[in-house]
């Protein structure tokens, strides 16, 4: 990929944190503090809490607080991210935020080290005026990097980076570019591409702002009447590759995982929670039969990478306690894009992007010894093996058959070193619930 011209002009970036967003539900102590430990392991910073109940929601308040005493006494933080789609005025998020923003596990950053604070859209009608009067109302300052490529805020974010900054750069810091971490919903199979965020970065460098960009897995989603997915096959690792193939100078001050927990939109990298998930969500996404944390050691993988400022993927190694010198995940759908869906409510929009596949990310140490392979067996049929190279490696392997589905890595003598896929569904020919879930499988290579 090519970067814009203009990028390798600009300067260094200075920070190189990891985030990850996390939807606030009801949520108890227990799993409070087993979230933020998971995190810590995973080599995460913050988690970026989504508030879209920052009023009259008791287990809104008693998330946040259970969160921040689980953290206590640890380098754990967090940011606040003020869901406006939620709550249309910001002026309702003021005494939540004037509550936590001195706390020593807020996260603080930017040039005169401020609380960081974020949104998910912008508010009707705002704009850097008003946004300004807010952030001048609060109990400190903030250092301000909002999600505006979004509607509300500027049709000009994508299309015309540069009038967007001209807008906007008295109000912000910064900005996170939330759409960028997916291929666009189609029809039609698509790569992750990130042209469209490294222009609006570098148009964010020459303002002297900072930059966020996103990471995340797929996007499914069937609830309150929205049905649609958005390509989940490899590109997390292929995101995470882009990333990394960005020279030190250029490269975003923050990477925000797309999410820790969001069930309702299948992107979820942590354990579910069932406390705080309604039936219509749990139906496609929940713990004992959508669990999504085998990907943990791909994730704990990248941030060590990007937060060492390793020069590419291929720098990537698998992390500490590791079964030898490999570690990864598996994943794939649970039946064939073939399937008409039928005693369901039908496909999603954007079903025709999907394609049969078992898909794996693979970690192999630069210094290991020998040769090292991965290998697929579909069906009870081995369908691929492929080499490991040095750092990440991934693929999405056609040809799937239906039952069971195995990824194996394998030494040069045939032998087993770690596997998985045994414990997800398999592949059907149709779905067996009533929902059409273009959910996921995952399971970690152990």
């Known amino acids: 990929m090519l970067l ?15 985030f ?69 005025d910001p002026n309702q998020f003021r005494a939540i935020v004037d509550q936590y923003i001195s706390h020593d596990n807020y996260f603080r950053a930017g040039p005169n080290n401020l609380p960081m604070l974020s949104t998910f859209g912008n508010a009707p009608g705002w704009g850097p005026e008003q946004w300004n009067t807010f952030r001048a109302s609060l109990a400190s300052e903030t250092y301000f990097l909002p999600v505006f490529d979004s509607e509300g805020a500027s049709e000009d974010y994508y299309t015309n980076p540069d009038q967007f900054w001209a807008q906007w750069a008295p ?40 930059y966020m960009a996103g990471l995340s897995t797929l996007q499914y989603k069937h609830l309150g009447g929205q ?12 995101r995470m ?24 939109e299948s992107h979820y990298i942590g354990p579910l929670h069932d406390e705080g998930l309604p039936a219509e969500i749990t139906a ?28 590419s993927a291929a720098e990537m190694r698998a992390p500490s306690g590791s079964t030898g010198p490999v570690a990864g995940a598996m994943w794939h759908r649970e039946f064939l894009a073939t399937s008409a869906c039928a005693g369901t409510d039908g496909k999603p929009r954007g079903a025709g992007a999907a394609v049969d596949s078992v898909n794996w990310a693979v970690v192999l140490n630069r210094d290991a010894a020998g040769e090292f392979y991965v290998q697929v067996t579909s069906g009870g049929e081995v369908i691929a093996r ?34 998985g896929g045994k414990s997800t569904k398999g592949i059907s020919a149709d779905p067996t619930g009533s929902v059409c879930t273009y959910n996921v499988q995952v399971a970690q290579l152990v």
């Not at 995460?44 to 809104?60: C, R």
Request: negative net charge.
């Open 4 to 18: 814009p011209t203009l990028l390798l002009l600009l300067p260094l970036a200075a920070a190189s944190n990891v």
């Open 20 to 88: 990850v967003h996390y939807m606030v539900q009801t949520l108890n102590a227990e799993n409070a503090v087993t979230d933020v430990n998971k995190a810590r392991a995973m080599g995460i910073d913050a988690f970026v809490l989504n508030i879209g109940w920052p009023t009259g929601a008791p287990w809104s308040d008693q998330c946040i607080e259970r969160l921040f005493a689980a953290a206590a006494g640890t380098n754990f933080k967090f940011i606040f991210s003020l869901d406006v789609f939620q709550r249309s």
């Open 171 to 210: 109000a912000l810091d910064g900005v996170f570019s939330w759409e960028q971490s997916w291929p666009g919903t189609s029809d039609t199979h698509q790569n992750i591409s990130s042209g469209l965020d490294f222009a609006v970065l570098a148009a964010a460098r020459t303002r002297g702002k900072a």
């Open 227 to 238: 049905h649609w997915y958005r390509s989940g096959d490899v590109v997390m690792p292929e």
């Open 241 to 264: 590759t882009q990333l990394l193939a960005l020279p030190a100078a250029q490269r975003p001050e923050f990477v925000q995982i797309q999410t820790w927990n969001d069930a309702g």
């Open 284 to 311: 496609y996404a929940n713990q004992p039969e959508h669990p999504h944390d085998g990907w943990a050691p791909v994730f704990q993988s990248f941030a060590a990478a990007w937060k060492s400022g390793a020069a």
């Open 386 to 419: 492929d080499r490991l190279l040095p750092g990440l490696n991934y693929k999405a392997v056609g040809g799937v058959r239906l039952g069971e589905q195995v990824v194996e890595v394998v030494d040069g003598a045939g032998n087993k070193v770690i596997g």
